[in-house]
């Protein structure tokens, strides 16, 4: 773990307890006489330092002794439509995701998605903050829930739809890139009409939109 996320972030002194201290010194097995690193998810540029002066079985106290910005960004800004898939296989790849960088996710009802399936926002946030005390990404992803395709393309008009194509994505030579990628079975018809730029993705055989998804972030 590089870093703790903390909503006391930046305090002088902290007092950890209950759920955040289990997970710290009983899961994490982390040392009393190593210092802890904690981003307060409200102001998550800055990095605080803080020493474990007083700790016993069920609370621990922290003192901070530093606190600095910190901050690394990605080369390219990314935002991903992604139509909507089975929540569980969101849940599996958001971490992925967060990790390489993408800045922001625009959830999609399209035409192949289930209507059924409800997304659970608050669960996905724990999920990337959790990614992101791995990694070391100073924020998490943006999450957005958007109604239809139409209104995705109209804020993201340069937008490169991966589908069949012979024309192959390769690296996009620009600082803003937004990307789509459909739920199983791809875009319907009326859907594909409305794509000015459509990709396909080098492969010969026929991919999960989860690994669509990992694959065009991955090439771009």
Not at 162 to 189: C, H, M
């Amino acid at each position: 773990m590089q870093f703790l996320f903390c909503e006391s972030g930046g305090d002088s002194e902290i007092l950890l307890k209950g759920e955040i201290y289990n997970y710290i010194f009983k899961i994490r097995r982390h040392r009393s006489e190593k210092h802890l690193f904690i981003r307060n998810p409200n102001s998550s540029t800055f990095m605080h330092e803080y020493k474990i002066q007083e700790i016993d079985r069920r609370k621990a106290k922290l003192v901070l002794i530093n606190s600095q910005e910190n901050v690394s960004l990605p080369e390219k800004n990314i935002s991903l439509g992604w139509c909507v898939v089975d929540s569980k296989t969101i849940e599996k790849t958001l971490p992925m995701i967060n990790e390489l960088g993408v800045q922001n996710i625009y959830f999609i009802y399209c035409d192949f998605s289930q209507k059924d399936i409800k997304l659970d926002f608050n669960r996905f946030d724990k999920i990337l903050q959790n990614s992101s005390m791995q990694s070391g990404r100073f924020n998490t992803v943006n999450l957005h829930l958007i109604e239809n395709i139409t209104e995705f393309l109209e804020k993201f008009p340069e937008t490169v739809a991966i589908d069949f194509a012979d024309n192959k994505i390769e690296t996009i030579n620009k600082k803003d890139v937004s990307i789509l990628i459909g739920a199983e079975g791809g875009f319907s018809e009326s859907e594909r009409a409305l794509f000015q730029n459509i990709r396909g993705l080098k492969s010969p055989y026929i991919l999960k939109s989860q690994t669509a998804v990992i694959s065009a972030i991955n090439l771009i």
